[in-house]
């Protein structure tokens, strides 16, 4: 409702609830119940934290703008190309295709889901999470941009776990005492760069706590979320 009717009615959450309730139970009959990330228990945050949360998600509005920016130069460069519009996802896949012979395992290509799972359990370094955030960019810029199909959700999540882990591991050898949790900020990151990018900030304050089975969370990823929300809004002119 907020990405496709800019806000939120009470006749509409009504069937948008029982909706999602039936098709929630519905899988869960099949599927079992167990949420989408295996993230650790991530039940402490300091409440001085929240100013650090804040200003993650300021730093992120900036992220959305400068990652929508690279979004649009990408597809206005395939759109330009002299080339049938037949072999222009060809080319996005291809350039796709060599970075994940860079990087095959972490979850470059396709949902993601394993990468970001792979850096809650604390398996990536600093320095490999700046790598794989700006290749998910670039590989989702090639992919969509040259007219592939696919959306932009799950990589969203990924490129904001990716650059959310690195703010996380900073601010902790920055306030060690402060912080105790760094993973705290992966979540935090999914969802102020899919607030930005979506607009879209109480869908992912209910959606993040429920994909990865922690409601801890909810008031870090208000405040990352709104902030991060706020700063992508006043930049990119709504």
Request: aromatic share 10%; proline share 5%; with cysteine.
């Amino acid at each position: 409702m907020e990405v496709l009717l800019r806000g939120i009615s009470i006749f509409n959450t009504t069937a948008v609830i029982l909706a999602s309730v039936i098709g929630a139970a519905t899988a869960a009959s099949v599927l079992g119940q167990r949420p989408a990330f295996n993230a650790p228990i991530i039940t402490t945050w300091n409440p001085q934290e929240l100013l650090l949360c804040i200003l993650l998600g300021i730093i992120f509005g900036l992220l959305v703008v400068a990652w929508v920016k690279v979004f649009y130069t990408f597809e206005e460069v395939f759109a330009r190309l002299r080339v049938p519009d037949t072999y222009k996802p060809a080319l996005g896949g291809l350039a796709t295709g060599v970075l994940l012979m860079l990087f095959p395992q972490f979850g470059i290509g396709g949902v993601g889901y394993e990468g970001i799972n792979m850096v809650l359990a604390g398996e990536l370094t600093l320095m490999l999470v700046l790598i794989l955030g700006m290749l998910k960019i670039l590989a989702t810029s090639f992919t969509i941009g040259s007219g592939g199909s696919g959306g932009i959700f799950a990589p969203n999540l990924y490129i904001g776990s990716m650059f959310g882990t690195a703010m996380g591991i900073l601010f902790q050898s920055a306030f060690p005492n402060l912080v105790s949790h760094p993973f705290t900020y992966t979540l935090a990151g999914m969802g102020a760069l899919l607030a930005g990018t979506a607009q879209a900030p109480l869908n992912v304050i209910v959606m993040i706590p429920e994909m990865s089975g922690d409601y801890a969370l909810i008031p870090p990823l208000m405040a990352s979320s709104v902030s991060s929300f706020f700063v992508a809004w006043i930049f990119l002119k709504g």
